[in-house]
């Protein structure tokens, strides 16, 4: 197809729900939660300690640090207000890899250039992706094309533009999974509570995770075997839908499987989990659930939705869930096969593991930063960024 635009709804106070007729709701089973299959560290998660040690400073807020697997062991460093800076053995690489602050619309807290993400064939074609708010306050996602150390800023290939409602819940991560599709996460439009029922509305590409196929079609196809491809009146991009802000999610670079951490609203913060080869299509509950509880605070049913592995609550400390990765580095063993994730406003950071015995889920320790975001290298070593001192970190056993 074309680039896609998604109109915006009007964000005024009261707004009815977009209603969904029974007809257009989307018939894929859920996926049942299982736990992953490989084998994790059996390290008693009482004993996990973690620290940081910083990598690079002088970071203006910084949105994500990551990677393009390209042999070369750079570090890509994004910056909220449009610029994507390389590190390079610690020091940071001038003039910067792309520079498009004039297009970047970063007023509100939770808009700005959120994310990139490298094709896998990136040393072949040079080809990445950025998720940035326009100047109007939509989503636009866009291919670019790099040679070297520099971008082509004339290069740019807009693939989608999707209509924002409110400034906030701009999700805005992107991420190629091992079957090379290109994700894209979707926030429900902002405000509080849904108001406009997007995560629920199977014809908006709000309040969910999105699969294309960059490799094909003008600008992407939608993979033949997304779940919904065959059914009428729903998006066909969509992979899976019921999120509220699914800020950051990763997939584990050893078996394949889908961590997404979903930014809860006033209670909850909550993480899901999808095994590699699963067929899409789950419904992760929000505005219905919030976490395990009703959202609206009456009884609800479950029924159709796929609850979450681990729930963390407001009144433990915490406001923000940061996704973060599972560990599949080489320098510290004890950490396989552990998710490793945080919160913004405490910098709390927890552990969560899955295995035939269900799932386990601790607080470890403390960073005194404001996490953004975590991130990997080539290696598989961890890093995360503090959105407010600008300092990138490595994690560490500690």
Known sequence: PAATVVPSPQATAGSAPTSTAASSVPTTAPVPTRAPSTPVSAIDLANVRLAITPLAEGFERPTQVTHANDGSGRLFIVEQAGVIWIVREGR???????????????????????SVAFHPDFTENGRF?????????????????ASGDRADAQSALVLLTIGQPAANHNGGLLKFGPDGMLYIGMGDGGRAGDPWGNSQNPQALLGKLLRIDVDSGAPYTVPADNPFVQQQD??????????????????????????IADVGQNAYEEVHFQAAGAAGGAN??????????????????????????????HSEGGCSITGGYVYRGSAFPNLSGLYIYSDYCTGNVWALRGDSAGWQNRMVTQFRINPTSFGEDEAGELYVVDGNGGTVYRVVEG
């Open 92 to 114: 940071r690489v001038e003039p910067p890899l792309l520079d498009i602050r004039a297009i970047v619309g970063a007023q509100g807290n939770e808009q700005g250039l959120l």
């Open 129 to 145: 992706f950025v998720n940035y708010t326009g100047r109007d306050g939509s989503t636009v996602v866009a291919e670019y094309s």
């Open 234 to 259: 729903v998006r066909a991009e969509i992979w899976a839908w019921g999120l509220r802000n699914p800020w950051r999610f990763s997939f584990d670079r050893l078996t394949g499987d889908l961590y």
């Open 284 to 313: 992760y509950g929000w505005n219905t659930f919030e976490g395990n509880s009703c959202f609206s605070g009456s009884n609800c049913s479950a029924e159709g939705f796929v609850p979450p592995v681990a729930v963390y609550a």
